[in-house]
């Protein structure tokens, strides 16, 4: 079973940047995706994007795009989430997730297709 260790998350001011990263126990390069998720206080967990393994190709929700960028470095087994503009909106608790053989019930960014789970790192934008 792979272990997911998320770290990056912090208290930030509007407009400003973070990086989040999650290091994976093992290589992730037979899984079939890399997920971030994040749920506020009071909200249903959400996904804010993809990474399929295959082609490196990306996928966003439509509330984080042009702000957030995610990357994936396979030597470290580690992928990355970049988030620039940061609003308050963003205040979450973010989440990594993989899967290795997708559910075709599932969209890629609902959390019922993942079957791994970090404990994720707390992001708090504020003022």
């Known amino acids: 079973q792979v272990h997911l260790v998320e770290s990056g998350g912090g208290l930030v001011q509007p407009g400003a940047s973070l990086r989040l990263s999650c290091a994976a126990s093992?290589?992730?390069?037979?899984?079939?995706?890399i997920a971030w998720f994040r749920q506020a206080p009071g909200n249903e967990r959400e996904g804010v994007s993809c990474i399929f393994i295959s082609d490196g190709t990306t996928r966003y929700a439509d509330s984080v795009k042009g702000r957030f960028t995610m990357s994936r470095d396979s030597a470290k087994n580690t992928v990355y989430l970049q988030m620039n503009n940061l609003k308050p909106e963003d205040t979450a608790i973010y989440y990594c997730?993989?899967?290795?053989?997708?559910?075709?019930?599932?969209?890629?960014?609902?959390?019922?297709?993942?079957?791994?789970w970090g404990q994720g790192t707390q992001v708090t934008v504020s003022s």
């Open positions: 093992e290589s992730t390069s037979d899984y079939y995706a």
């Open positions: 997730a993989v899967v290795r053989s997708p559910d075709v019930d599932y969209d890629d960014l609902e959390e019922q297709l993942y079957d791994y």
